[in-house]
């Protein structure tokens, strides 16, 4: 399933089966969208019940997405869960007052592992979890029920016109990235936002960003630092991803870009390189 295989990796755990397969296996929420009219008003409280039904799924038609041309879409969606696990290090945006703009704050980001529903191909009905510093201006213009836009960026390279061998050409550059879109909710309990800390330390320090610390003689520590920590938890509506990896390039030119990210020196080229190899 998406949703457990992402999960899975936030716990630590390396799931053996193939992604795409999972993909296939997966009926999970509908792919609609919430619909226009049941965006909750930034700033007002709502009760549970009234917050549950603004984050379910439906229509929403003239809201913002990213604009994807059809060729550089994902293969299945497993690559959009692939993508934000490996690139957790997200850029959390939220509209602001006309005087002072979007807001914008790069932050760790992981699925709830307490979220128990399936995801769907789109990603709607996904919970993610995140934190920043409660001293950034972007916590206090944060609104349960508002609108938040999380963009992740997996690998990237620039790609010189010299790779393809042939003239006239022009440079571009191979990127990928999945923007996702949910309702964001405040947690305002110290004993959830604890919970939070915790959750996103084990998810790095079990995977293969950390190297296993135990935080158990630290949580005395965690409880100091807490009052300046917010927590929030975000319900997907919807994601795109866009995988530009060179395939508007006859495969003969395809095949030597692959090639030069394949010996390159850098990672990210490499990991883009491994990415090119998975294209149908």
Request: hydrophobic residues 35%; charged residues 20%.
């Amino acid at each position: 399933m998406i949703r457990e295989t992402f999960v899975q990796y936030c716990a630590g755990e390396r799931p053996g089966a193939n992604l795409k397969t999972l993909t296939k296996q997966s009926s999970g929420f509908s792919a609609n969208r919430m619909p226009k009219a049941a965006v909750p008003v930034t700033g007002q409280q709502y009760s549970p019940s009234e917050f549950h039904a603004f984050t379910q799924p439906a229509d929403r038609k003239g809201e913002f997405r990213m604009f994807v041309p059809s060729n550089y879409r994902e293969p299945d969606s497993s690559w959009m869960t692939d993508l934000m696990r490996d690139n957790p290090l997200a850029l959390a945006v939220t509209n602001g007052p006309v005087e002072d703009g979007p807001f914008a704050t790069h932050l760790p980001v992981i699925a709830d592992p307490l979220a128990n529903e399936e995801w769907a191909p789109d990603l709607s009905g996904a919970r993610l979890l995140g934190h920043m510093n409660k001293a950034n201006p972007h916590w206090a213009a944060i609104k349960t029920g508002g609108i938040v836009l999380l963009t992740f960026t997996g690998p990237h390279s620039y790609v010189s016109p010299t790779v393809y061998e042939k003239s006239p050409a022009a440079p571009t550059w191979d990127f990928t990235s999945v923007h996702v879109r949910g309702v964001v909710e405040k947690i305002e309990s110290s004993e959830e936002t604890m919970d939070v800390v915790q959750s996103t330390v084990r998810a790095f320090e079990e995977a293969k960003f950390g190297t296993g610390w135990d935080m158990t003689d630290s949580i005395g520590y965690f409880h100091q630092l807490l009052p300046g920590v917010g927590a929030f938890r975000i319900t997907v509506t919807g994601a795109e991803g866009m995988f530009k990896l060179s395939q508007e390039q006859p495969a003969d030119v395809r095949g030597r870009v692959l090639d030069s990210f394949t010996h390159s020196g850098c990672t990210r080229q490499r990991d883009a390189a491994d990415l090119m190899r998975q294209l149908p």
